[in-house]
């Protein structure tokens, strides 16, 4: 695989095309970037982006993990020294599911976006940016959330956030994708480059395949998640023996294998009894979709395949999050 396949595996989308064209033409030592804001516990929906961070890594890129606890007091998600506490539980997580430390930076928001000049250039953007402008950027991310002015502030601080931590390319889900349009848009106001941007995937609903995985219902999986409570979701995740179900529905368990498991395994041993016709073995997802979709592959078989490679990859952030909380 070359750099310019490992940099644009699994995105949903690139902004643009010719702009990562060139930079997978030597991508050695380029930077770039996902912001999180700090949770404590990983789930699914925070390592879809760590997988192309490791993409990145292999490509010779430096990544940047913005922990951003300004952001989280901005969204009331604690005090500091609560969010500080969360954002290095999400770090040692993060290095245990296999980001390479050496080509990794973690920073803390609040270590650069406090300072003069970059407050003076969000007050620049506060002043060329319309509240609807500034709310369709956040829009997506807000969710149903009443509007307050954090919210505008917000999407302005991702913006500056691609030029002050020095960043070649900007990495985040489909849900990121009117930030980055606005960073595109607005960079240029403040005479600062453009950046392009891949977008990832949502993964849709585990138990309906109906909209996105969603952690504040409780239906994801993550790190805190025991083999037996993982087990028990992917059994009863929507399965339908094809990869595009009727209407807006998607495969969910389908969607793990193709952006979880598939980019971190060689290959993917299904086992069963010889009398159910023995081992089945895929090097490619396109393969195991296949045979779901044709029957040679039972969904529960799918099912069980894919909670055991899933518990193989958490398995170490849910050891460290045990020796944390130890």
Do not use: W
Request: hydrophobic fraction near 35%.
């Amino acid at each position: 695989m070359d750099s310019y396949e490992l940099l644009t595996r699994n995105a949903e989308e690139v902004v643009t095309d010719e702009e990562v064209r060139d930079l997978a033409e030597d991508p050695a030592g380029k930077r770039a970037y996902v912001g999180y804001e700090p949770s404590g516990v990983l789930h699914l929906g925070h390592l879809l982006t760590a997988n192309k961070l490791i993409d990145l890594q292999d490509a010779g890129m430096e990544v940047v993990i913005l922990l951003a606890d300004v952001h989280a007091y901005l969204n009331e998600k604690g005090t500091f020294e609560e969010i500080r506490e969360t954002a290095e539980q999400m770090k040692a997580q993060f290095l245990a599911y296999g980001l390479d430390e050496d080509n990794a930076e973690f920073v803390y928001g609040s270590e650069f976006q406090l300072e003069e000049e970059y407050t003076l250039d969000l007050h620049h953007l506060e002043r060329e940016t319309t509240m609807n402008r500034a709310q369709r950027a956040m829009a997506e991310i807000q969710g149903d959330e009443t509007a307050k002015v954090s919210h505008l502030v917000y999407p302005l601080m991702q913006t500056l956030d691609i030029e002050y931590l020095d960043l070649d390319l900007a990495v985040g889900g489909l849900d990121q994708r009117k930030v980055h349009m606005l960073a595109r848009e607005k960079l240029p106001d403040l005479e600062y480059e453009v950046r392009p941007a891949l977008h990832t995937p949502i993964v849709a609903d585990l138990t309906s395949g109906e909209g996105k995985m969603s952690s504040s219902e409780g239906i994801t999986i993550s790190m805190e998640d025991s083999t037996a409570e993982l087990e028990e979701k992917v059994n009863a995740a929507f399965c339908p023996p094809t990869r595009d179900p009727e209407g807006d529905l998607e495969n969910p368990v389908l969607e793990l294998f193709e952006y979880h498991v598939f980019p971190r395994f060689d290959e993917i041993v299904v086992e069963r009894p010889e009398k159910y016709g023995g081992d089945l073995t895929y090097e490619e997802y396109e393969a195991l979709a296949a045979d779901l979709e044709s029957g040679e592959l039972h969904p529960a078989d799918a099912k069980g395949t894919l909670a055991t490679y899933l518990d193989e990859l958490i398995a170490p952030g849910r050891e460290k999050l045990r020796e944390i909380r130890d």
